[in-house]
Structures are given as C-alpha cells and as structure tokens.
C-alpha cells in the first residue's frame, strides 16, 4: 500500500502562487515594492542583538520550558505592557517562533477526527493548516452563533487580526470566553500585534476585564517578530491556563521542541527593553499615516485595520485583478482569498518595508 504524502492534505502554499505577479513588478524600472508579506525590515536593536552575542558560548541543550529569567521577564512584560495579572510563573513557555505552535497546536493538544477546530473567518492561513495536520474538522466562524451544533474542542482568536487588523472588543471576547467555558472548550487567542494599536485598543483574552483573573482554558500566543524585528530569530512564547502549558511543555520535551539558549537570552533583553518597542511602533506608524491615504485617493477602500501591520482594502473587483493592477505599478500585496473565502475582494498591503519603499509606493499609486 502506497501512503498518500501528508502534504497531500494541506493546501498550496499561498505565496507559492504569485510568481506571475511577483516578476511583473519586479520588472518595474525602480524595482519592486513587497508589501504581500508581514517580515521585519528594519534593524535589530542593539541591546538584543549584545544579549545573543553574550550568550554564543553555550555548548549544552537549552531547556524545553524556558530559563527562569525568561519566564520572568515575560510575565513581567505582559503585565507591563498589556495589564495582564495572575499570570503563574510556569504559566509561560517559549516556542520556536509563534507559527510553529500554532501550526502544531491541535497536535500538541491529542485533537484528532473527531475534534473540530474554529478559525476566524477571515483567518491566518496556519490556524487551518494546523488543523488539518491534526486531521481535525475546521469550521470558519466569528462568533459562537455561527458554530454550528457540534461544540469546537479548540477556538483560534486573533485581535488584531491578521489580515484585517480588526480589533475585537471587550463584549465580544468576554461572550466568547463565557460561551467556551461552559462547554469545556479551550481558546487559543493569536495576540502577535497586540502592541500595534492606531485607532483601537486591543486587550488580551488574559486581562482581567476579560478573564476575571481566571485564566482556566485560555492561551495567549505572543511574538516578537513583530514589535522587536525579530522574525529571524523564530522568538515567541505562549501563556495561560497553568495545566495547558504543563500539557505542552510535556510533549515539547519529547519532541526536542527546543529555543536556542542564545535566542532565550535575546528574548530577556527585548522583554525587558520597552525603548526599542516603542522606536520600532513609531516606524510603523509613520508608514501607515503615509501609505493609508495614499491607498484611499487611489480609489481604495481600507477596512477595519485599526491595529496591525497590514491595511485590508478593496476596489471591489476580484482580489487577483487587484493584486495585477498594483504589481503594473511594481507593488506586490496579498490576495485576499489568502485569509479564507471572504477575502475574495480585498487585498492584505503590508506595513512592512523601509521608508524609502513605502514613499516609491505612495509616488506610484499617486501617478496619473
């Protein structure tokens, strides 16, 4: 018997798709402007990058849960910058960049076929490929009266959303929070750019106006690729309910899930450093105050993306013609369809290139 190969189950790869269009606007006489993908660009700051060189010389394994000092510095963080409280000390445990864990999540968890996994409607695209690595269901769903009859094992939230930097509000997380814990259902809530606020203010499934202090089936997946640059560092960590990260450091050990000792002692510092945060967000909010309205007197229409890295527009024309019309223009964005059907009329545009990038797509949108 000849096994089907796993990748036979998952999807195409998105990115895999935009070749065409890639090299359309890579032909454009001032070269291309990439805004379809969500890396870092700008330096890493230097307090970090001399916490990584300090800690080159370590020869032995890192442990699976973190140095203690790491688990400090980010529920220190965490309090610090998000007001999150009762948080355990062995409620935080380091991942190798937060996509591994969620793409291995419902794995790590034991769900299987007879388990079904909720993802946003509009969604980061490993939310399902997780899913369907643990052969689960997946059903694509804001709110809890769009589940369905069967009750979900697993709820992906994510504010600010990923690609439509929705924020959800504090009735909304607290009726979901309510609605899973009387079923016995667990909450995964993707927080990866809960520090990037512009028009709202996103809060943590963790804090207390949402929790009560309880943070019994509930997982917050925190990055730093985003606020500390540090996307090639494959640096996050997930906290929450005690008894669930002791469940994934449990199996982590097993499978040698492992962050690199020196990328641990690069986490303390950027936990520990509010200044490069601050410096790297102001960036971000320079390039979003110049590229936004020059997206709307484009003919655009920017949706939601009130936090985030990314301004969710529209034409209103197939995603495809869009993403054509802005590569003739040397811009590469993200088809909607991405994110999950919903999306089939917007395109995902990016903060994330340098200023000077971000001026050539302004000039070009604003040709004529």
């Not at 864990?101 to 509009?122: K, M, N, Q, S, Y």
């Not at 202090?213 to 960590?237: C, M, P």
């Not at 982590?252 to 520990?272: I, N, W, Y």
Request: aromatic letters at 6%.
């Amino acid at each position: 018997m000849v096994r089907q190969p796993r990748s036979a189950a998952l999807p195409e790869f998105p990115w895999d798709t935009l070749a065409d269009v890639t090299a359309l606007a890579r032909s454009h006489p001032d070269g291309i402007v990439d805004l379809s993908v969500g890396t870092p660009v700008d330096p890493v700051a230097p307090v970090i990058r001399e916490a990584l060189a300090a800690a080159s010389a370590s020869p032995g394994y890192p442990t699976t849960a973190g140095t203690p000092t790491l688990r400090r510095s980010a529920g220190t963080a965490l309090r610090r910058r998000y007001g999150i409280t009762d948080l355990a000390p062995d409620a935080v445990l380091p991942v190798i960049g937060t996509k591994e864990l969620i793409a291995w999540l419902p794995t790590l968890l034991g769900l299987g076929a007879d388990d079904t996994v909720v993802v946003p409607e509009l969604a980061y695209p490993t939310y399902e490929v997780g899913a369907r690595l643990a052969g689960t269901q997946v059903v694509r769903a804001d709110g809890p009266a769009h589940f369905g009859s069967q009750v979900p094992a697993l709820i992906y939230l994510n504010s600010p959303s990923n690609p439509t930097g929705r924020v959800l509000d504090l009735h909304h997380l607290r009726g979901i929070v309510t609605w899973a814990r009387e079923r016995g259902v667990l909450i995964a809530s993707d927080e990866c750019y809960l520090g990037l606020s512009w028009e709202a203010a996103p809060v943590s499934v963790l804090h207390p106006s949402v929790s009560d202090g309880d943070h019994t089936g509930l997982l917050a997946v925190h990055s730093l690729s985003k606020t500390s640059s540090l996307a090639g560092y494959r640096a996050g960590f997930v906290a929450g309910d005690p008894a669930l990260v002791a469940e994934l450091l449990a199996v982590r050990k097993h499978a040698g899930m492992m962050v690199p000792t020196p990328v641990q002692a690069a986490m303390v510092a950027a936990l520990d450093d509010d200044e490069h945060e601050a410096l790297q967000r102001d960036r971000y909010a320079h390039r979003r105050a110049v590229l936004l309205p020059a997206l709307r007197a484009a003919g655009f229409d920017v949706e939601h993306s009130e936090a985030g890295l990314y301004l969710w527009a529209t034409r209103g024309e197939p995603c495809r013609d869009t993403v054509r019309w802005l590569a003739q223009r040397g811009i590469l964005a993200a088809p909607g369809e991405f994110y999950g059907p919903a999306g089939a009329r917007h395109v995902r545009v990016a903060l994330t290139a340098t200023d000077e990038r971000i001026a050539a797509a302004v000039a070009r949108l604003s040709a004529r």
